[in-house]
């Protein structure tokens, strides 16, 4: 192949250390519909009030006790922190609940909402798997967990029209991931103008910085058939997959701290938020990747040397009204510029004659006498159809004559 654009540098990066030549790798980003993902246009829900929505960890009810980095902030409504992934490893989820567990307490007004759904072949007992997790990594009981700070987990198919309501519906979304392609969520949430903590590693860099979110620092790369074991009772056959590979771990406790700096100062993280969705409708918005792509395009065809100089309105008018003419009468254009100066008389008279049909519409015509065929296409789209049809009924007509003819 003679070229592989890739979203991210570093894709570029990974390509080109497989053995990809460098010179044919370009970096052409991905991006989010703006005008879908707006915060205008649709209306929060109440998370833990989802059908189907599980309590993991927690005690259920809506008190809270009130605390000083709190009180004056959020008062008795909690804040709510939003993590959507598919229901695997390399998402962090394991990070996340890590961070947010030992940060909160029961007593402070704050809640982690998961919105996930298995990944391949996995199960969706995510709430028993939770508490599995806990039992091996951190000793931590079912009744334990019932003294933790409130952890839902929401596993149900969520359509297109819901969707954007739970970006809508969080204060803060939070994806400790350990490494993306891209990061959906992450540009979705940004596009809702919420604040967003995520891995400042792998493609999120393509689109995150500290005046548009919360970069989460990574604390080594890891071996990812490793990690797995971490998460997953019996990683056996997953961790075939991941053999050799490597990817970020990321930093528990800054994750803590930053978890803590936006409910602490949810002022400011709304406003980094909204300047999150400026950052998008900036620069990853269809339109401005089209023109992206269009500038790889032009510097492609300039490489073949197609690129051309664009004629004057003029030039393009005449060029498509011979088009148009050889398009009606192929007979004709075979006979050179005499055979094009008949083809127009042709049109010409043909055009008038359907214009004069149209009476109706005359105070908005132009003056036919003064019209040449270029002028003719430029006003009417339709020319080059017409034309085909004009010259169809020609062709009929005098199949037409020649069987009358042959019958007498």
Known sequence: MDEVWVTTELNRETFAAAGVSPEKLFVVPQGIDAAYFDPARHEPLVLRQLPGTQLVTGSAGDSYASSSSSSSSQ???????????????????????????????????????IMTKPFGKGKENFRDQVLQWLQRRFSVDAVQAALMPRVYVYGQHVDDATYPRLYASCDCVVLPTRGEGWGRPQMEAMAMAKPVITTNWSGPTAYINDDVAYPLAVSHLAAADADMNFTVADAKEINLYFKGQLWAQPDVNHLRQLMRQVFSNPQQAAAKGAAARQHILAYFTPEGLASKVMSEIMRIQNKLGLNRTVPPPEERQEAAATKALCLAYPELCKKGSAGLAEAEGRARSSFSNYRSH????????????????AEILAQNKQLAVLAEQIAGQQQQQQQQQRHQWQQR
């Open 75 to 113: 008062g008795t409504r909690p804040y709510v922190f939003m993590s959507v992934f598919k229901w695997e490893t390399r998402k962090g989820w394991d990070v996340l609940l890590d961070a947010y567990l030992h940060e909160f307490t029961a007593q402070e007004p704050v809640e982690l909402h």
């Open 358 to 373: 149209q009476a109706s519409s005359s105070s908005s015509a132009v003056q036919r006498s003064k019209m040449t065929v």
